[in-house]
Every structure is written in C-alpha cells, then in structure tokens.
C-alpha cells in the first residue's frame, strides 16, 4: 500500500510541475506563475549539478579502482584520474595567480584551448582515416548500392573539405574550382537536410516524451 500511495504522490508531483512549467511559458501576464516556474527550474538545475557531481565521483571512484587493481586499461583510467585531480587543482589555485575564476577563467579558457580543444582536433582529423578505411572494408567484404553510396559520399566530402593548392583558385578569387563548389553544394544540402530532419525527429520525440509524463501514462519514478 505504501508503495502505492508514493507513486500515486509522485504522479502528482510530476504532472503539476510540468504543468505549470509548461504554463509559465504560454502565461505570462501572471506574475505568480512565472516565479513558480523560475523556483521549479531552479530546483531541477540545482538538482542537475548535484547529479553531474555525483556522475564525477562515481567515474573518478571506478577508474581509480580500476587502477589500483590493474585491470586491462589502467593506463587510460590513470590519466582520467590525473586529468581530472588536474583539473580540480588548475581552478582552486587560479584566483590566487590572477588567472580568474568560475568556468571563464582564463586557466579554463587555456585547457580549452590547448589540450581539449587539441584533442578533439586530433581525434576529429583521424575520422576521415577511419570512414576511407570502413569503406574499403565494406566494399571488399560486401559490395552493395548503399555500401557504394557511402564510399562516394565520404570522397566527396573528403575532396570539399581538404586544403587545396592556391595555383587551382577559381577565376573568381574565391578558393577551389568550380567542381569543388558543386561537390560542396552536393555534400551541404543532404548534410543539413538530414541533420535538420534528425532534429525535428528528437523534437517530435521529446514532445510526444513529454505529453506522456505529464498523461500519468509513463511513469519512470515510479
């Protein structure tokens, strides 16, 4: 029965808190209505840092036990650990150097700039590595119309994206040839057609996600 009654008290938590969240947004010539709404998305962000804190301490915790018991891949939960203490360290002491403080930071800005920005570079440019490789494979295991596809879509957009010499300029002055542009115009118009579709579909999802919270009829805390 108490199990019961919780999850009925919890429905109707739920479904009140969206409800007038929801209102806050479409109703604003209600004043008392609009701080109940701020209050509500203030507990939920306060609640989201503690969870993202929580989430920090439990990755730190099970790389550290997996260092310490030297399972395969410590190396890598090794360096977690130390970027992570690094990390915490950089912004205790950067108030105190006059490098700032809070997440601009000027110590923030510069890990940003030259270590994870860096890598990311570093992991972006091995991509292209990767799909010509992935390619290959597809066309040698198993050759079909939407392995070949693939194939000339990544060399098309391997073909755009790379630096080209300055000797082949258009007549223009703008950079690359006339067959660059069209292989651009090409890559560009599927690229953000699907990517505006893929959008629209965690749009209608979250939406369809949302009215159902709010109909009682999922309930994932319960």
Known sequence: MRIRIFNLLATVIAVSAGLITLLGYFVRANPALLNTRVLLLSIVSLLAAWAVLAGALNLMLVHGKKFLNQTPGWVY???????????????????????????????????????????AATVAGLVAFFLVFAGYRLLRTRPTFTSVIFVLTVLAVLVVMAPWPTLLESATGESGLLARSVLRLLTLWPASAGARGLL????????????????????PYG
Do not use: E
């Open 200 to 219: 629209i579909g965690v749009a209608l999802g979250a939406i369809a996600t949302g009215l159902r919270v709010l109909l009682a009829l999922d309930r």
């Open 77 to 119: 939960s090794l360096f977690v650990v130390l970027g992570f203490v690094a990390v915490v360290l950089v912004n205790v002491i950067a108030p105190f150097i006059g490098w700032g403080q809070g997440a601009a930071s000027a110590a923030n800005a510069w890990l940003l700039t030259y270590l994870i920005g860096a890598g």
